[in-house]
């Protein structure tokens, strides 16, 4: 049996394999009106496609806890009823295809209005249904991104509640996993970076109170999320700056805090807060930070990143280098990976009756 193939269970949700979709925004809601941020057709074939092939775990995309909490106008959202109706159009296909359905929660921070990719991604205004971001600190991404407002200690407290209440949105749509986003230069993690962290109060200066903002997330979540499923948070394990950034041991020590507050799995990504640095990608380039979380923790972890061969998940699973692996890209281009990869390995996936003369 393919170690990628066999079951994986945290609380009381089993996973069919360890193969996973990472949340990867489609920019394809509605940007105004009742149908703002509301899922359509496109998200319904783009997520039940990589179900019907075979993947055990789709983690929706980033989606927004607040319509300011969005990347762009195009997002996806979930602070309201008619998101969460249109969602479980998804979660109902993916749960009939035997896949869990999991989605993230985010706020953008001072990465928010935005334009869509293949528009070339800039800043938009009101012009375009933008909006102002806001962010720790009066301090902007790069030269192209606005100076955002920096958040008050009453405005921190509602974004808390605001991820609250979209897990509550969440259970009702039928996910059951949810995962925080605190990665890719997004609002959490720019909490808990002194690279976009310069706040002097109880959220900024010390590790303690820029990891504070990120904890007071995880609590107000799991208070309202049920003890038997699932909490995933989404890291940037390292910012690739020389120094003045998040590193890899405070990762390690921001895991075991997480654990301690009810995390049940570590996604474990770099980069994002930081413009102008240099990445080093190739093949499985993330996975040893996803490594050395598990080998100095226990906590779970799943790796990503340039991870698109079945030896290659295969050998990192085997490894005990992760528990899962989450394929993005290769998922895009090959929405049946998984049941590709189970021919390849011997390992056994669920495949629909429909396509039953294709195996």
Excluded at 72 to 79: A, E, R, T, V, Y
Excluded at 260 to 275: E, K, M, Q, W
Excluded at 312 to 331: P, S
Aim: net charge negative; hydrophobic share 40%; aromatic share 8%.
């Amino acid at each position: 049996m393919s170690a990628l193939f066999e079951p994986y269970t945290l609380r009381d949700v089993t996973i069919p394999n360890r193969v996973w979709m990472p949340p990867m925004c489609q920019y394809s809601a509605a940007p105004e009106g009742p149908e703002t941020g509301v899922p359509g057709d496109w998200h319904f074939a783009h997520y039940a496609a990589r179900a019907a092939g075979g993947t055990g775990l789709i983690i929706v995309e980033a989606t927004g806890v607040s319509p300011e909490g969005r990347i762009s106008p195009q997002d996806l959202g979930i602070w309201n009823d008619r998101q969460v109706e249109a969602f479980r159009r998804i979660t109902r296909f993916l749960v009939s295809q035997g896949t869990v359905p999991a989605i993230q929660l985010a706020h953008a921070g001072r990465k928010a209005s935005t334009g869509q990719p293949w528009k070339g991604g800039a800043p938009v205004g009101p012009e375009a249904y933008g909006w102002r971001p806001v962010a720790p600190s009066a301090v902007a991404f790069d030269e192209r991104h606005p100076v955002p407002s920096e958040l008050t200690v009453a405005q921190i407290q509602e974004v808390v509640g605001q991820f609250a209440d979209a897990a509550r949105r969440a259970l009702a749509a039928g996910f059951e996993i949810v995962e925080i986003h605190g990665a890719h230069g997004y609002l959490i993690n720019e909490f808990l970076s002194p690279h976009s962290n310069h706040r002097t109060d109880a959220y900024g200066g010390s590790y303690e109170n820029r990891t504070r903002f990120a904890l007071e997330v995880v609590d107000a979540v799991r208070e309202v999320w049920p003890d038997d499923k699932p909490l995933f948070f989404r890291i940037s394990a390292t910012e690739w700056l020389e120094e003045g950034g998040w590193t890899a041991d405070d990762t390690v020590r921001l895991a075991r805090g997480l654990q301690a507050h009810g995390v049940d799995l570590l996604d474990v990504s770099t980069g994002g807060n930081a413009s102008g640095v240099h990445i080093p990608t190739g093949p499985c380039y993330q996975v040893p930070f996803a490594a050395r979380v598990k080998a100095e923790t226990s906590l779970p972890v799943a790796a990503v990143g340039l991870i698109t061969e079945p030896e290659q998940a295969e050998k990192i699973i085997t490894n005990g280098e992760a528990d899962a692996v989450l394929l993005g890209r290769e998922l895009l281009r090959n929405p049946s990976w998984a049941r590709h990869a189970a021919r390849e390995l011997g390992g056994e996936v669920r495949v629909p009756e429909q396509y039953h003369r294709s195996v």
